[in-house]
């Protein structure tokens, strides 16, 4: 699973365009979960819910970066 349980520190050590494709990986693999929870193929559901806190955690990153 990409980014599961990633540590913020982990992300403040990285530039932009890394964090800019932690992000997209991060979406791709949050739509794959939501089709996967659709067709009823997902057994372990707590799984979006990780996915979800990492993008919240890269785009809080993302922001703090362009703020300094």
Known sequence: MIGVNMKTSELQGKDQAALTKELNDLLKAQ???RMQ???QQLNNTSQLKK???DIARVKT???QKDAK
């Open 31 to 33: 739509f794959g979960l």
């Open 61 to 63: 990153v993302m922001n």
């Open 51 to 53: 996915v979800r806190r």
């Open 37 to 39: 929870i659709a067709t």
